[in-house]
């Protein structure tokens, strides 16, 4: 009995990190596309952070933290200083706004690590998976 609840409990956690880890892929896609496609690739061409949802705003976050992405701070049009990519957007004045765009530098070798850390995170949680199943059909 509690051989089979163990079994049980570590498929569910298997498959809960798995979608945690695709959910957060996707978003970070969803947000590049989002990006590239209103043309934020060049600090001239920023998306304002007011524009993003919340979930977009942590996306670009993860991203600012692993160089994809920089949100900066624009003042009437021309561009300021670096934002660190925790930083509050509460209180700030109306004359200058927080913006994101994509590091196009970055993108291709982010691209390459993002796919294998899926494909080998995959290839784990396959292997977990089929380990739990001999248990559980050894039994």
């Given at each position: 009995?509690?051989?089979?609840l163990f079994?049980?409990?570590?498929?569910?956690?298997i498959?809960l990190?798995?979608?945690?880890?695709?959910r957060?892929v996707?978003?970070?896609?969803r947000?590049?596309?989002k990006?590239?496609?209103r043309?934020?690739?060049?600090?001239?061409?920023?998306?304002?952070l007011?524009?993003?949802?919340?979930?977009?705003r942590?996306?670009?976050?993860?991203?600012?933290?692993?160089?994809v992405?920089?949100?900066?701070?624009?003042?009437?049009?021309?561009?300021?200083?670096?934002?660190p990519?925790?930083?509050?957007?509460a209180g700030?004045?109306?004359?200058?706004?927080?913006?994101?765009?994509?590091?196009?530098a970055?993108?291709r070798?982010?691209?390459?690590?993002?796919?294998?850390?899926?494909?080998?995170?995959?290839?784990g949680?396959l292997l977990?998976?089929?380990?739990v199943?001999l248990?559980?059909?050894?039994?």
């Amino acid at each position: 009995m509690t051989r089979g609840l163990f079994s049980a409990a570590a498929l569910i956690l298997i498959a809960l990190a798995c979608l945690s880890v695709i959910r957060k892929v996707e978003r970070e896609r969803r947000l590049l596309g989002k990006l590239r496609k209103r043309g934020a690739v060049e600090p001239g061409w920023a998306l304002p952070l007011d524009e993003l949802t919340e979930d977009e705003r942590d996306a670009a976050a993860s991203l600012a933290d692993s160089g994809v992405v920089e949100i900066g701070k624009q003042l009437g049009g021309a561009r300021d200083q670096r934002v660190p990519a925790g930083d509050s957007l509460a209180g700030r004045s109306v004359a200058s706004r927080s913006v994101v765009f994509i590091r196009t530098a970055a993108l291709r070798g982010f691209r390459q690590k993002r796919l294998r850390l899926v494909v080998m995170g995959g290839f784990g949680a396959l292997l977990l998976v089929m380990l739990v199943a001999l248990l559980i059909l050894r039994r």
